[in-house]
């Protein structure tokens, strides 16, 4: 999703200066070119903002919307975090799936994705494979599949529209207590505690990142 006050030029240079900045601070460590060099093999040809906007038109791509967590932006969430070692993370929109497999990739944390389009999933399942990185992706509506047990649950939610939400909420009402459920520009409601809030760069903008605890 490019939000609209970008423009393309203005969203091509946002995305350079991201990728820039990932550059300096990544650049050295392997799994970051593999996991980009890999994505870009596999999804040569193949444009998620194109896709949705040519499937759904201009008007009606609400939560379809495309949009990317970068690494450095995801392992900041990660770092706030400090989960356990071998920690179980759960992506509920998970696109080509970039916070998995940075999960899996750098921290070897596990990591599913969950995601409508099965064309995205695919293509992330063989990148995970292609690297031995645990993190697996699994196509369809995540409303109609109960939630693994899990110490993270990320969600996406910027284009998310009300409707979508409630019905999030309800199934986010599974998950385990004491386990943080991260949302983009996303407040949650009772039974979850917000534990505080952080603005990092995604490829629309920037977004808040809501921290949320499952009260028991
Ligand atoms: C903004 S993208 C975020 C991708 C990824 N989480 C990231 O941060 O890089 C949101 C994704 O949620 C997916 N999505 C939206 N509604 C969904 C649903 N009901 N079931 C599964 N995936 C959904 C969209 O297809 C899209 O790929």
């Known amino acids: 999703?490019?939000?609209?006050?970008?423009?393309?030029?203005g969203a091509l240079t946002w995305n350079f200066s991201i990728r820039l900045s990932e550059l300096l601070s990544l650049g050295r460590e392997r799994w970051w070119w593999q996991m980009h060099a890999a994505l870009r093999r596999e999804f040569r040809g193949l444009n998620p903002n194109k896709m949705v906007l040519n499937m759904r038109g201009p008007?009606?791509?609400?939560?379809?919307?495309?949009?990317?967590?970068?690494?450095?932006?995801f392992l900041k969430i990660l770092d706030t975090l400090q989960l356990p070692a071998g920690s179980q993370i759960v992506d509920l929109g998970s696109g080509r799936g970039v916070p998995c497999?940075?999960?899996a990739a750098a921290r070897g944390y596990k990591a599913l994705g969950l995601e409508y389009f099965a064309v995205y999933t695919e293509r992330a399942q063989r990148v995970a494979e292609r690297h031995g990185w645990p993190a697996q992706f699994v196509s369809g509506n995540f409303l109609r599949r109960p939630l693994p047990a899990a110490q993270l649950?990320?969600?996406?939610?910027?284009?998310?529209?009300?409707?979508?939400?409630?019905?999030?909420?309800?199934?986010?009402?599974?998950v385990p207590a004491g386990s943080w459920v991260v949302c983009q520009d996303w407040v949650l409601e009772a039974p979850f505690e917000l534990d505080r809030m952080q603005q990092l760069p995604v490829s629309w903008g920037i977004a808040k990142i809501c921290y949320h605890r499952r009260l028991p």
């Open 153 to 174: 649950y990320f969600i996406s939610a910027t284009a998310f529209p009300e409707e979508l939400r409630q019905q999030l909420l309800e199934l986010l009402q599974q």
């Open 59 to 73: 008007y009606h791509v609400d939560s379809l919307a495309y949009g990317e967590t970068p690494a450095l932006s």
């Open 1 to 9: 999703m490019l939000m609209p006050r970008l423009g393309l030029i």
């Open 101 to 103: 497999l940075t999960a």
